[in-house]
């Protein structure tokens, strides 16, 4: 009897804090959490300063999910010994677990000044400091934590990730690479390579990694996002379109999967549906500028024109202009009264856009009073041919009034169009508003007068960037075989850049020449509006040598994109009365492009 009592009184007898602790760590090591932090708040009963305890319950607690607990613990276990760079570490986690960011970064840059190689107090400062906003420091934690684990697959994915968000996108896709290296099985790696691999203009192997992707995570909603946007760059919307849909099964709250679904429904001339789509992404995310900017591509395609350009408006902080430009102190123009005021109009986009837009600058000047002063910016390969073709404008490069402190108002040379060009019955019927040198002009017409005769012919075949992603939907000169064989033809190239060797190919298939005039097409401008202006036809795709030869005047047969938010709902462009459109839809072949102008061409003859 009494020897069965004094075991039951050994095994009752207290454990001591150590102990106590160790049971702790069990539970804690098989993540119950809950269960370690109560053993480690019995120790802290009986020792209250137990440092041991306190870090392992400042831990449990923020496992479990109770930040600020653990915030409070840390700070106790901190109050006793201030340098220990485990319980920073377990601090900073909890602050920015709470959204206390900047706190996190101070407490997670002491434990490193502690401890200058603790990887993770970088990982997790890297992401206080992404979620600060702060993208350089971000990323240069992510690379020292990389230069301190070169083979943690994770520290190289956080690496890329900041990468990316930074721009660096040939940096981001070499990380993606190196962490698939490390772990190929990673779905996130794959994924978010897919998507850089499309900002890069290589959307057949974005497409690949986003089907590796789906392969290793079918649920992964971001995977079919990517490959949606690798197939529309590819120009296969019925596919992109099952891919974002595919994205919205398995995320139906996600804005931007319904705002791409609504571009891919819009390229196919789906207007009703895009539009049902880009109300349900508005009203997921009422401020997204991006899918507010998208909403207007596919308003001003289908026709519903002042609306569209009013939307338009949000292409600046949705970030789809790269010639955003910043006037903090100057207001935006949205046609108050210019009565003794400067005006700054400023070059927002590529050439062609800016000599689209700058059509409206006549009625701008037209209205202005006498004592207003209207400046623009522009290329400078633009300055001589615009100075010519508005007298009543100040004509300038770009950045010429960056230290001007006489403007008063500024715009955009694409938001013209909001305030002059809001129906089509604005657009005017007169064609051509630029103005050659008229000297040159005669210049060029004795030269091509010279070539033979027939009707003369510019022909640009195809953009100045043909990118794997872009050549799809541009010819190459082999595809015109037919064309330039027709007689009673001179055709003289407008396309820039280095075309010796396709006119060359285009010659020995053929038996005809493609003239080229002593003229450098890049850069002298002011001499291809000359040589345009000469000619009895410009054959071009949608690229500026069409912007040109409508600008001047000069009949042109242009092949662009069906449903192109620039033809404002019509079968052509209103921007230019002498230009005839021959809309290709998506699934089209180019080829029926190809032979409905070589048709309208031999019906000229």
């Known amino acids: 009897m009494n020897g069965k009592n004094h075991i039951l009184a050994d095994a009752a007898a207290p454990m001591g804090i150590d ?58 276990a901190l109050k ?31 434990a490193i000044r502690l401890k200058p190689d603790y990887a993770d107090a970088y990982l997790s400062l890297g992401n206080a400091y992404r979620e600060l906003g702060e993208g350089g420091k971000s990323l240069a934690a992510y690379e020292k934590l990389s230069d301190l684990s070169p083979g943690f697959a994770e520290a190289r994915f956080n690496l890329a990730n900041a990468y990316r968000r930074e721009g660096l996108l040939e940096e981001a896709a070499e990380e993606y690479e190196e962490t698939l290296r490390l772990a190929p099985g990673m779905a ?5 390579l897919s998507g850089t691999l499309s900002k890069l203009n290589r959307p057949e192997e974005a497409l690949d990694h986003a089907q590796k992707a789906l392969a290793l995570d079918p649920a992964l909603s971001t995977a079919y996002v990517n490959a949606g946007n690798a197939l529309k760059t590819l120009g296969n919307l019925t596919a992109a379109e099952a891919q974002y849909r595919k994205a919205l099964d398995h995320a139906p709250q996600d804005a931007s999967a319904h705002g791409l679904l609504a571009t891919s429904l819009q390229g196919q001339g789906r207007f009703e549906e895009a539009f049902a789509e880009y109300a349900i992404a508005r009203k997921l995310d009422p401020r997204s500028d991006l899918i507010r900017g998208d909403l207007s591509t596919a308003q001003l395609g289908a026709g519903i024109i002042a609306e569209g350009w009013d939307n338009h408006e949000a292409r600046f902080a949705a970030g789809i202009n790269v010639g955003n430009r910043e006037f903090p102190d100057i207001s935006r123009w949205n046609g108050e009264p210019l009565d003794n005021r400067t005006l700054l109009v400023w070059k927002e986009q590529g050439i062609g856009d800016d000599i689209r837009y700058v059509s409206c600058l006549p009625d701008l000047l037209a209205a202005k009073p006498e004592t207003a002063t209207c400046r623009v910016e522009t290329d400078p390969r633009l300055i001589k041919l615009y100075a010519r073709s508005f007298p009543g404008a100040i004509i300038e490069g770009v950045g010429a009034n960056d230290a001007a402190d006489d403007i008063d108002y500024q715009i955009p040379m694409g938001s013209l169009a909001r305030l002059y060009r809001r129906t089509l019955e604005a657009f005017p019927a007169t064609p051509g508003y630029l103005v050659p040198d008229p000297a040159r002009r005669d210049q060029f017409k004795t030269w091509i007068d010279g070539l033979g005769e027939g009707l003369k012919v510019g022909f640009a075949w195809r953009s100045g960037n043909m990118g794997e992603g872009r050549s799809i939907h541009y010819t190459q000169i082999d595809d015109w075989a037919e064309l330039l064989s027709l007689k009673g033809t001179e055709l003289i190239n407008l396309q820039y850049g280095a075309v010796d060797d396709e006119l060359k ?25 000359a040589l345009t202006a000469s000619l009895d036809l410009v054959i071009s795709a949608g690229t500026s040598a069409a912007d040109m030869a409508g600008a001047v005047g000069t009949p042109t047969f242009i092949y662009t994109p069906a449903f192109h938010p620039m033809m404002l709902g019509t079968d052509h462009l209103p921007w230019y009365p002498s230009m005839q459109a021959f809309p290709r839809k998506w699934n089209e072949p180019m080829a029926e492009v190809v032979d409905k102008i070589t048709a309208a061409l031999a019906a000229r003859l």
Request: no cysteine; aromatic share 6%; proline share 3%.
């Open 19 to 76: 102990q106590i602790i160790q049971n702790g760590l069990q539970f804690h090591q098989q993540g119950a959490f809950d269960k370690a932090a109560r053993l480690y708040e019995k120790a802290l009963k009986k020792e209250p300063g137990n440092l041991a305890a306190l870090n392992f319950l400042a831990d449990a607690r923020l496992r479990e999910g109770k930040p600020a607990r653990a915030i409070q613990t840390a700070q106790k």
């Open 80 to 110: 006793l010994k201030a340098d220990m760079p485990g319980t920073l570490f377990i601090l900073g986690n909890a602050l920015s677990a709470m959204g206390r960011h900047a706190e996190a970064a101070e407490h997670l840059q002491q």
């Open 188 to 192: 996130a790696a794959h994924s978010n």
């Open 505 to 529: 190919r285009a010659e020995e298939k053929t038996g005809r020449v493609v003239h080229q005039a002593d003229l450098d097409l890049f850069n002298d401008l002011d001499g291809v509006a």
